[in-house]
């Protein structure tokens, strides 16, 4: 099932463990532009292995870039010989990984949640597994959502695809999905602009 709003996957899950890759390998490349904000990744313990190009951070991973955060239980970060970087973010028992992008232009706070999250930089998919759910806030007000056991972008095609399962975040588990017109999300933004404007 394609997902009915890109822009919920697009500017969280597409760069989150991409980046993620290119900050555990950035001691073997050369610096980012100086217009890129820096990547900070902070955990419990580090494990590099230079030789393998695996980084492995363990325990209350925060992955921080501009506006946008990733926590999770353990980032794993590799990348082969071609070059191409690949990560996976998992949570503790109980827990779930979680991306969040916050877009103060338009009062937009996107999150993704799922048990686990792979960035391959073959394909360019990014995939949130396991109670896997995208949610798009206006203000703090839900207007987009999708759960399913499995989410996928593909940013080479830019589709997006939600399979439902067993381990589901949808009842029965089934794929649900909630879209809203956009002519409430004008209506939310213009009560922020409003709010946002009275306070000054």
């Known amino acids: 099932m394609k997902i009915p709003s890109p822009a919920l996957i697009a500017s969280v899950a597409a760069c989150a463990l991409f980046l993620a890759a290119q900050a555990a390998g950035a001691q073997n490349t050369p610096a980012p532009a100086a217009e890129e ?3 900070v990744i902070l955990s419990d313990t580090l494990h590099y292995d230079d030789v393998n190009k695996v980084s492995t951070f363990t325990g209350n991973v925060v992955l ?3 506006a946008m955060t990733l926590r999770g239980d353990k980032l794993v970060t590799r990348e082969d010989a071609q070059g191409n970087q690949f990560g996976t973010a998992t949570a503790a028992k109980g827990q779930f990984v979680t991306i969040r ?14 048990l ?3 960035y391959a930089g073959t394909s360019g998919d990014i995939t949130l597994t396991g109670q896997a759910t995208v949610t798009r806030q206006i203000c703090g007000e839900t207007f987009d959502n999708v759960r399913g056991a499995r989410i ?6 830019g589709t997006y695809e939600a399979f439902g399962g067993p381990n589901s ?3 029965g588990g089934r794929v649900r999905s909630l879209a809203q017109p956009q002519s409430r999300i004008d209506q939310a ?5 409003a709010k946002q ?3 000054r």
């Open 152 to 157: 996928v972008y593909h940013q080479k095609s």
């Open 101 to 114: 992008q916050e877009n103060p232009e338009k009062f937009e706070t996107l999150i993704a949640t799922g």
């Open 197 to 199: 404007a009275g306070r």
């Open 37 to 39: 904000p820096d990547t």
């Open 169 to 171: 975040a949808a009842a």
């Open 116 to 118: 686990q999250a792979d």
């Open 189 to 193: 933004i213009a009560r922020c602009k």
């Open 64 to 66: 921080t870039r501009g």
